[in-house]
Structure formats: structure tokens, C-alpha cells
């Protein structure tokens, strides 16, 4: 008996330890402690069960161990099948693992048990956001801000589907509230400089890549973002920094490096064009329009040939291309290959809707 107390005791200390790390962040240390009392027998007389099993699935969730998770949250729904929690955070686990589908049945569960909750409205938002189900996403989106209209990450994420459908005015409506709710969004000052990108606000757009990358200075993404719209002001020099900057942070970065190369094309460099094509189409060989601006700096170099191949690639990887089409025949014609280079001009005309002279 007292051998099987002092079991118990230990037992319990271990939990108790374990309820300690997952309540501090300490994920590592709760999985430690709480993982070896499933093994043991009979543990509901002197453990809850239920605060074991979601313990150990949240702390594996934030470790992003999300099967475990899972796994763990399902033993508790079987004890506890009205746990709204555990359905939204195995619906998040779902979602992490990018089974929208099977995280919309929880997001579900969770709000049939609970209609006010805002969270699980977002969560779902977001699963039918990646199930392309635009209409439902913004739906569910609308109702989790209408529970809790100070909910930040849900006028972020209505923002993403409004930009995703080419609303960029109301992305950007919606990324100035994320904002004003919270001012250290990094991600929502990058979209909305996206936004005002796509709307050719380009300096505008600065503004607000220069907010996120002094909340964030290591992102290359944002540095990249920046550079493109340096590029659309026609400030190359400033864009290739913008782009050096990205490379420096992440040198397997391959649109940084297509990027940089068009800048570079554009100061009429074509030699360093085409290195920085060389490294965009090593790290990203399907990119159809590296191969067609690579080829576009060779034939700025006289270098039709070698031009040429770029365009058959870029051709072959898009055959939508008309601009390749293009290309390819003024290097044909070039070269006086008159023939070639009708066909294409002719293959041009009609991909952009214009019937051939």
C-alpha cells in the first residue's frame, strides 16, 4: 500500500509539474513531465484525465507536433465530447497540416457547442479562406468581428481574403483597422503595401513596408516587397538594395533574385541581369519569366542564339506567354529568319486576342 502511495505521489508531483510548464510556456518541460503518466494504469483516480490529454495536445500543437496533438485530442473528446476547446484547437491542428476539410468539421463542432465564439469563427474563416470558399470565409469572418469588433487578427484575415478577390480597397480597410487594434501587425503593413501596390500607390506602399521592416528589419520578403515597388518608381538603384538586403537575409531567395535582375535590366546591365537570372532559374527552374527576361538581356547583348533557347524554355514552361512569343520572333528576325519570326509574331497577335495582318 505504501509503495503504491508513494507511485501515486510521484505521479501527481510529475503532473502537477507538468500543468506548471504548460501554464508558463514551457512546452518542452510539460511534455516531459506529462507524457510518461500515460503510460501508467488506473491514472483517473488521481489525475484528471482531461486536463492530461489537452495539456499535453496544446503543448504539442505549440512545438508543432501537430499528429500528437491530435491524437491527444481526440482521447479527450472521447472522455469530454462537449470540450469546445479541444475541437478548435484540433480544428487548428487540422488546419496546420493543411486538412482544411477535417479542421472545418471541428471549427463546426466547436461553434454548434459554442455560437459566440469568435475564435472559432475566425479559425474556420480561415480554413474555407484556403478551400478557395472565399463566400463562407468572408461570412465567417464578418460574424467573428460582429462577436468581438476589437478582434485584430480577424479584420487581418478578412483583409487577406478581400485582397485575395482583388478588393483592395477594402483589404486595405480592413488591414487600417488590424492596425489600429495592433500597431506592431508586422504582416498587416506588408499586405496593405501590397494593396497599395496593386493599386499603384507606390509611395504610399513604401510608407508601409518601411513601418513593417522597422518592426521587422530581418524579413526579406518585406525588403523584396519594398524593392518592387522602388522598381515600379522607376528607383532601380534603390531597388537593388532593397533586393541585396533580401539575398542577405535568405540567399535561396529566387524571386529576390529575379527581381534584382530585372532592376539590373532595367539600368541596362544586362550582363549582371543575367547572373542574377542564372541564380533565379537555379533555385526556381520552373519560373517562365526568368527564362524569358534572361533571354530578353542576351538579345540586348546581340546573343540571338543563345536567346532563343531561353524563349523556347520559357515557351515550353508557359505556352500562354505571349511576350515569349514575341521575343523569340524579333531574335528570329534578327538572325533573318523571317519565317520563324512570322509565325511567332503571328502566334503573339492571336494569344493576345488581335487577328494576324
Do not use: C
Amino acid at each position: 500500500m505504501q509503495q503504491r502511495l508513494g507511485a501515486e505521489t510521484k505521479t501527481l508531483i510529475s503532473f502537477i509539474a507538468g500543468v506548471i510548464g504548460y501554464q508558463s510556456d514551457d512546452y518542452q518541460g510539460a511534455l516531459a513531465h506529462l507524457e510518461p503518466i500515460l503510460l501508467e494504469k488506473n491514472i483517473s483516480t488521481y489525475v484528471d484525465p482531461i486536463t492530461l490529454y489537452f495539456d499535453i495536445g496544446y503543448s504539442s500543437g505549440k512545438l508543432g507536433l501537430w499528429e500528437k496533438a491530435i491524437e491527444n485530442y481526440d482521447h479527450l473528446l472521447e472522455l469530454a465530447p462537449n470540450e469546445v476547446a479541444a475541437y478548435n484547437n484540433r480544428g487548428i491542428a487540422y488546419y496546420s497540416l493543411k486538412d482544411y476539410n477535417h479542421a472545418v468539421q471541428d471549427f463546426d463542432q466547436a461553434i454548434q457547442l459554442d455560437p459566440s465564439f469568435a475564435v472559432a469563427y475566425n479559425n474556420r474563416g480561415n480554413a474555407y479562406y484556403y478551400l478557395k470558399d472565399y463566400d463562407s470565409a468572408t461570412s465567417d469572418l464578418d460574424h467573428s468581428i460582429q462577436l468581438d469588433p476589437n478582434y485584430a487578427t480577424a479584420y487581418y484575415n478578412r483583409g487577406l481574403i478581400y485582397y485575395s478577390k482583388e478588393d483592395y480597397a477594402h483589404a486595405i480597410r480592413d488591414y487600417d483597422q488590424a492596425i489600429q487594434l495592433n500597431p506592431n501587425e508586422v504582416a498587416a503593413y506588408n499586405n496593405r503595401g501590397n494593396g497599395y501596390v496593386d493599386l499603384q500607390n507606390y509611395s504610399r506602399a513604401i510608407q508601409d513596408f518601411d513601418q513593417a521592416i522597422q518592426i521587422d528589419p530581418n524579413s526579406a520578403l518585406i525588403y523584396n516587397n519594398r524593392g518592387r515597388a522602388y522598381s515600379y518608381l522607376n528607383d532601380s538603384i534603390s531597388a537593388i538594395q532593397d533586393f541585396d538586403q533580401a539575398i542577405q537575409i535568405d540567399p535561396n531567395y529566387a524571386l529576390a533574385y529575379y527581381n534584382r535582375g530585372l532592376a539590373y535590366g532595367h539600368l541596362q546591365d544586362y550582363s549582371r541581369a543575367i547572373q542574377d537570372f542564372d541564380q533565379a532559374i537555379q533555385l526556381d527552374p520552373n519560373n517562365a519569366f526568368a527564362y524569358n527576361n534572361r533571354g530578353f538581356a542576351y538579345a540586348h547583348l546581340k546573343n540571338y542564339v543563345r536567346a532563343i533557347q531561353d524563349y523556347n524554355q520559357s515557351i515550353q514552361l508557359d505556352p500562354s506567354n505571349a511576350v515569349a512569343y514575341n521575343n523569340r520572333g524579333n531574335a528570329y528576325e534578327a538572325l533573318g529568319r523571317n519565317a520563324e519570326a512570322e509565325a511567332d509574331f503571328a502566334k503573339y497577335k492571336e494569344l493576345m486576342g488581335q487577328a494576324a495582318p
